[in-house]
């Protein structure tokens, strides 16, 4: 009996552990804002690091280097590969950087329960979210629906 009364307070303790998360989180998400950035992205591997254009993320790793552009910047590259979708980038401006725990899991979530795909990019102050040009409007629908409010740039 003793055993099941401490099992029960362990469920308890982690009980309000999650609805105290839950509350963080949905105050974050609250404070939170999108913008919806101008262009037509593009996923794009490349054989070298490129030097000219301007050029929204380039990332390099052991095994690739990848760049996202918008289209009208595939000239400047040297692709090996393109993704054959086009994307909206989508800036989300996050109210607490680094100590946001299940932000993206929520947002991620919450796309994906609507039948939509994200790619996610994270640089020092932001996360972005690249989705299918066609799912813009229904995305940006989603990041309301869960509570942050859009900006203009």
């Given amino acids: 009996m003793v055993k099941c009364q401490h099992f029960q307070l362990k469920l308890i303790t982690f ?5 105290i998360m839950d509350n963080k989180l949905e105050r974050i998400i609250k404070n939170s804002t999108f913008t919806l ?13 490129p030097t000219k254009g301007k050029h929204f993320m380039i990332s390099k790793d052991n095994d690739e280097i990848t760049v996202v552009t918008e289209s009208k910047n595939l000239k400047f590259l040297d ?3 393109r993704n054959k979708d086009n994307y909206s980038l989508i800036s989300l401006n ?3 950087p680094f100590y946001s725990v299940g932000f993206l899991a929520a947002i991620s979530g919450q796309i994906a329960k609507n039948g ?6 994270s640089t020092y ?4 979210v ?17 509570g942050l409010s859009k900006t203009s740039r």
Avoid: F, P, W
């Fill in 130 to 146: 690249m989705v299918r040009k066609e799912h813009t409007k229904k995305a940006m629908a989603t990041l309301k629906g869960l």
């Fill in 125 to 128: 102050s932001k996360d972005y």
């Fill in 37 to 49: 950035i101008d262009g037509n992205y593009v996923y794009a591997k490349v054989s070298k690091v």
């Fill in 94 to 96: 996050v109210s607490i």
């Fill in 116 to 121: 939509m795909n994200i790619l996610i990019i």
């Fill in 15 to 19: 009980t309000v552990l999650i609805l």
């Fill in 79 to 81: 692709i090996m590969e």
